[in-house]
């Protein structure tokens, strides 16, 4: 192959362009954070051509009750193009490094070091592609006595107090189950890339981006992160309220209520039949309710025992902040989910129909095109792949 050999041109997509259309992205990334921020991209119309190893993304091996596709692969990976390189491969390395020369946007997650080993290392794709925004998602950053080690999104909330922070007191740590480190991270990997494609707008050159999961999992607890000049090092960093707000159980199914304001902590005591508490001084503040929580809890209960979770969200209405817990299966049918237009249909070409998330933002006069289903491995090797 020339190495001047340029990709293919783009397939089309169906539905009204988004902020994104017209840009290219190459999706280099494994598991969540990186594919997942590749996605978001995707969502708002830029082309992203996921590029697999032949074994594929590890997450296509995770566990699924799906027999023909990973279910996790396919709700991290919407909207994208599927090609296979094998980048120890030099004809294969040669490929990509024809695709660089007409992306906007690379992304990967490989560890510090293997970028420069395969070749494919931002001073290099630089010179080939000087608009290159060169996205790295990493562990723990570039730099440090962690960098060359492996991250992943449990090991992190581990590492970084989110799961002793999680614990009941006196309990063992509680991992966050649903990956929330990883899909903030992906969160941060679309914020970040667009933001260094606007300042591209203005000086005509690429830059590097950096994500990791030690930042994504430290900015997430940005409010227990302040450690003030004489405080002690077991301070209370916690911000819930003392059992008031949470979730609750009722006469049947559990409740979440949130009622730190005024107004809502009034509505609260009113609905449920507690107004004796309004007039208790000693309960007329948030942190008043934290500090004798064991007084007000056990009489909210024997309150909310009176009806069902649904009956109370019902009762509450816009008064009371609230949540009867449900299941996620709940929210393919849920009525504000339909109204958004969240949930649309797909159809794969080996898993059949399915439905599933559309797009997380919601532009006006750019909605952006029509999502589609996550690619088979190699799906669009014919169409998209540089000729050799």
Known sequence: MNESTPLRNPLPRTGPAGPLSGLRVLDLSAYIAGPYGCTLLADQGAEVIKIEPPAGDNLRRYPSTLEAESRAFLGVNRSKLGIVLDLKDPADLQALHAMVKTADVLVHNFRPGVPVRLGIDYQRL?????????????????????????????????MTGMCAMQAAPGQPPQILYGSVVDYYAAALVAAGVASALYE?????????????????????????????????REVGRDMRSGGITGIH??????????????????????????????????????????????????????????????????????????????????????????????????????LGSYRGFTRAVAFGRTPGPDPFAAPTLGQHDDQMKPAR
Not at 277 to 293: F, I, M, N, P
Request: glycine fraction near 8%.
């Open 200 to 232: 591209r707008e203005k000086s005509g050159e690429g830059q590097e981006v950096g994500v990791s999961l030690l930042r994504s999992a430290l900015a997430m607890q940005s409010a227990r992160l302040v450690w003030a000049e004489d405080e002690p």
């Open 249 to 350: 159980p009722t006469r049947e199914g559990h409740l979440y209520i949130s009622a730190n304001t005024p107004h809502f902590w009034r509505a609260l005591c009113e609905k449920t039949g507690l107004g004796e508490l309004l007039a208790t001084e000693r309960y007329d503040s948030v942190r008043k309710r934290a500090q004798h929580h064991e007084e007000i809890v056990p009489r909210l209960h024997a309150a909310l025992a009176e009806h069902s979770a649904l009956e109370w969200e019902a009762l509450f209405g816009e008064e009371v902040p609230c949540a009867a817990a449900r299941t996620v299966e709940d929210m393919f049918d849920f009525p504000q989910v339909l109204a958004e237009d969240m949930v649309g249909r797909f159809a794969h070409p080996v």
């Open 126 to 158: 630089k010179a080939a592609n000087p608009r290159l925004i060169y996205c790295a998602v990493t562990g723990y950053g570039d730099s440090g006595p962690l960098k060359a080690k492996a991250g992943y999104d449990q090991v992190l909330q581990t």
